[in-house]
């Protein structure tokens, strides 16, 4: 049934004329009669006033009809497990973001901490580091020799990645002897302490400009002569405890 219909048949049951049920109500007679044919409906706090007259729910009044106490609590059941669901949910995603940023912090740590002790294993998948080409002054054959009990034929020396004599790496990497090159430099393709190719090359196909700063690295770390050295760094130590190195080590041109 419709409000309408509901109001008139409570105010007939209730045996009370329309200005009775006003009075009862705090409205005029012509409001009554507004609700009775359609054109009005009351507010809220008329409507309980209404519900508590005649002794009918609130949602009967409103609605036309009862609502089942075991629906309701089925509604409220209902919206009580969504809320819960939705926590959970939120919870399992707040820990997969957290166990995402905890696994990219400790990957960028990794590569850092592998950056900086030399370890070519983690340079060579860093997406950080570029392939660089680089040079310096073969060693003896003693030192290269595969058949060295020592080391193997590996040697470590201090590589200059460009021509400016401002990016150095400390390289570590086995080329075999000396198969008759005159003059002979290393050639390494490497991304950071990770070699991927060396070479043996014979000094007349490298520049001056890196011949200078090989000879300049050289002195610096071999010889106790280090006049006509440009160096801003404070000492030798540096070098020998780091495995790359973005300082000028130059040689001055003495006239």
Request: glycine share 4%; aromatic share 10%; proline share 3%.
């Amino acid at each position: 049934m419709s409000f309408e219909q509901d109001i008139k048949q409570l105010r007939l049951q209730k045996k009370m004329t329309q200005q009775e049920l006003a009075d009862e109500v705090h409205v005029s007679r012509q409001t009554v009669s507004t609700w009775e044919t359609g054109k009005n409906y009351p507010s809220l706090d008329v409507l309980r006033r209404l519900s508590d007259l005649f002794d009918v729910s609130f949602e009967k009044i409103m609605f036309g009809e009862e609502i089942d106490m075991k629906d309701k609590q089925k509604s409220i059941a209902e919206a009580i497990d969504q809320d819960v669901s939705l926590k959970h949910r939120y919870k399992r995603l707040t820990m997969i973001l957290g166990s995402i940023f905890v696994l990219l912090v400790l990957w960028l740590g990794m590569l850092l901490v592998g950056y900086q002790k030399g370890i070519d294993t983690i340079d060579r998948m860093n997406p950080f580091l570029q392939y660089k080409v680089a040079y310096t002054k073969m060693p003896s054959d003693k030192v290269t020799n595969p058949n060295n009990k020592t080391n193997h034929g590996y040697w470590t020396k201090w590589f200059s990645d460009n021509d400016m004599g401002t990016e150095w790496t400390k390289l570590t990497l086995t080329t075999g002897l000396n198969p008759g090159v005159k003059d002979p430099y290393v050639m390494a393709y490497h991304k950071g302490s990770y070699v991927k190719i060396a070479r043996i090359v014979p000094g007349s196909s490298v520049s001056t400009v890196m011949k200078s700063n090989v000879s300049a690295i050289t002195r610096l770390m071999y010889s106790k002569d280090h006049d006509n050295l440009s160096m801003n760094f404070q000492s030798v130590k540096d070098l020998k405890n780091k495995k790359h190195f973005n300082k000028v080590i130059q040689e001055l041109v003495v006239q």
